[in-house]
């Protein structure tokens, strides 16, 4: 049973690496392996030795999910979210606020979470280049079970659980107070952009899983990455992500010396501000829980577009 699991495994690692030659990603020296090895059980390995400063992945930006390429892509998407932007807006203005409720739990910097997913969940339904890419997304952790079980905020025994179980296994520093916050406001958020956005409750799979791959590219712009994507974190990762301008590429490199065979890692910290309050990996993820976007890129090859 085990070898047929990664038989399949095996085929949708393959078939995301055509997607990655069909729009132009460049991975000569990694690949993406479903495997007990990984850390995460799937993970982008070396597939030769890689020396420091190497440029192991390039992805071209035109590839990258985010509001300015989908808005070329899937412009009826767009337009509906402008007009849902304004409606924002108004609810949320002082001389209308007594023709309806102000949201609580969002504000206008925690929109592209909803825009995001509705971009995604579209890109499946019209089978557009971004579908394969999508599909091949996968999460598993407790909060991500309560969004997929569409659990309510008042679901106590639910959220106690789910908890216990990010406080032991992924967050074993924090105080189990502020996990619960994080918990609370994440479903809370949900319910407000469902009901802004028009969303249902069979979206919050997508939700949970897009808004925990999705970086700040340094200038506020909320993006996920392909290939990025799929690398896993470590606190001593051996890869770092930076953008050339001027070729319109993002460049995956090699902060130190890999050997063939060995798994290829990031860092889910602000890189820009390591020694800063986001400088360790639990509080990283305590504010990927929140829904905080991180600043993944280091630097850029040039300072002009």
């Known amino acids: 049973m085990k070898s047929l699991i990664y038989l399949l495994a095996a085929t949708s690692d393959s078939i995301f690496h055509d997607w990655c030659g069909m729009v132009g990603i460049e991975t000569p020296m990694a690949r993406l392996i479903t495997t007990p090895e990984s850390v995460a059980g799937r993970g982008v390995f070396a597939t030769e030795d890689i020396e420091q400063g190497d440029t192991v992945i390039r992805i071209p930006q035109d590839t990258l999910l985010h509001e300015y390429n989908a808005a070329a892509i899937l412009p009826e998407v767009t337009k509906k979210q402008k007009k849902t932007r304004r409606k924002f807006s108004r609810r949320q203005s002082r001389l209308l606020r007594p023709f ?16 995001l997913t509705q971009y995604c969940l579209s890109s499946l339904e019209s089978n557009n280049f971004w579908a394969p890419w999508i599909q091949q997304w996968q999460r598993d952790d407790p909060l991500q079970r309560l969004f997929e079980t569409t659990v309510s905020p008042h679901d106590e025994k639910s959220i106690i659980k789910c908890v216990a179980e990010l406080k032991k296994d992924y967050l074993p520093k924090e105080d189990p107070l502020k996990i619960r916050a994080a918990v609370d406001i994440r479903l809370r958020r949900f319910g407000e952009l469902k009901e802004l956005y028009g ?46 301008f001027e070729e319109g590429m993002l460049d995956m490199k090699a902060t130190r010396r890999i050997e063939k065979g060995k798994e290829l890692f990031i860092c889910y910290q602000d890189e820009n501000n390591p020694d800063s309050e986001f400088g360790t990996l639990w509080v990283s993820q305590l504010l990927r829980l929140f829904g905080c976007l991180l600043i993944l890129v280091v630097h850029s090859q040039s300072s002009s577009m």
Request: proline share 3%; no cysteine; hydrophobic share 40%.
């Open 100 to 115: 309806g409720k102000k949201y609580e739990f969002v504000d206008s910097s925690d929109l592209w979470q909803a825009e």
């Open 199 to 244: 969303l249902d409750d069979t979206d919050a799979s997508m939700f949970g899983t897009m808004t925990s791959r999705a970086i700040d590219l340094g200038d506020g712009t909320a993006a996920v990455v392909p290939m990025h994507d799929m690398v896993n974190h470590s606190m001593e990762p051996n890869l770092v992500l930076s953008i050339d």
